[in-house]
């Protein structure tokens, strides 16, 4: 899977189906119809897991492709922007990454206006190689198994409830088998579920130690939870909410889904480089996806401006 000079405009294309081999199967020959409509180049790879992506993206960096696109979700672009930040700053200068939504909330990709279901408009805003410079976060900390974590992010960390919600949803999901239902079933679970954690944040030079249900830290609209964030301004946006009753938790659903939610009084809004948090009970989730049980203190900060992103134009 080498690259001549005379090929440079090659697209590395990364394919990492969704669950269900027939629906993945139509997915892709939509897909392979389209970019022949449309003339364009690429060498194709399949993830065969979450864990082959990061080994796949290396392989294309290492083999001189200039432009990578991951056909996925949020997830698969988290694990392909980790491989990006491995490399030397002289490599990733010269890469330009780019997404076909592929997930199952695809909430980066609807940040710029990328719909699945439109793969004719997204291959062509692809074609067009409009490249913007974008932040990344960064969350650092030590596990429980007693390792150093360094883990990027484009989307947001969640810490608390949702990153619960994440864990339902996972576990349901084995049982179901739908996505959706398991979304759902997860939403009921956690009526009965645990919803405050004690928490000590650290963020603007103001320190809060009490209990919290769940805290946002986004870079970009974060499942609608900082839906004023953008990825390119050099700052991180934070949502922390305090408990609510369960009346006031229905509200703030209600206000998440109509684009409100920093509208609810129990969440308290922020914007800032770095924060610290610490807490022993909270789950953390990294765009999506659960992480390990954080040991003590972590730190989350943004690095602006060190990823090429293909955007719409």
């Known amino acids: 899977m080498s690259v ?23 997915r892709w020959e939509r897909l392979k119809r389209t970019l022949a409509d449309r003339g364009v180049r690429y060498d194709f790879v399949q993830s065969e897991s979450s864990d082959s992506v990061e080994r796949l993206v290396t392989m294309m960096l290492h083999n001189g492709y200039k432009t990578i696109v991951i056909v996925g979700g949020d997830s698969a672009l988290n694990d392909a ?7 030397e700053r002289k490599v990733r200068e010269e890469v330009a990454l780019g997404l076909i939504p592929n997930g199952v909330v695809n909430d980066f990709a609807r940040y710029w206006g990328f719909d699945e279901k439109n793969d004719a408009q997204t291959v062509d805003w692809l074609i067009g190689h409009r490249v913007r410079k974008i932040d990344l976060g960064c969350i650092r900390y030590d596990s429980k198994n007693g390792g150093h974590v360094n883990r990027y992010f484009l989307n947001c960390v969640n810490i608390g409830l949702t990153a619960d919600i994440m864990h339902l949803r996972r576990q349901a999901r084995k ?6 239902l ?8 956690m009526i ?13 030079y103001e320190e ?3 209990s919290v249900m769940t805290v946002c830290i986004g870079n970009a609209r974060g499942y609608g939870q900082t839906p004023s964030a953008v990825p390119y301004s050099g700052m ?7 408990n609510p009753r369960v009346r006031q938790l229905f509200e703030g659903l209600w206000l998440l889904v109509t684009g409100r939610f920093l509208n609810h009084h129990s969440v308290h809004p922020y914007r800032t480089r770095e924060l610290t948090c610490e807490s022993k009970k909270a789950r953390v989730g990294i765009d999506g996806r659960l992480a390990e049980q954080p040991e003590g203190e972590y730190r ?14």
Not at 236 to 242: E, F, K, N, P, R
Request: with cysteine; aromatic share 8%; net charge neutral.
């Open 208 to 210: 809060t130690d009490r």
């Open 81 to 87: 922007v980790n491989c990006l930040m491995r490399e």
């Open 300 to 313: 989350v900060h943004i690095e602006p401006e060190v990823v090429n992103f293909l955007i719409p134009g």
């Open 236 to 242: 991180l946006d934070v949502s922390v909410v305090y």
């Open 175 to 180: 049982v179901l088998g739908s996505s959706r």
């Open 192 to 204: 009965f579920h645990r919803h405050e954690y004690r928490m000590r944040i650290n963020v603007n």
């Open 182 to 189: 398991a979304f759902l079933s997860s939403l009921v679970l």
């Open 4 to 26: 001549n000079t005379e090929e440079e405009n090659r697209w590395g294309l990364l394919y990492c189906p969704k669950k269900g081999i027939h629906e993945s199967s139509r």
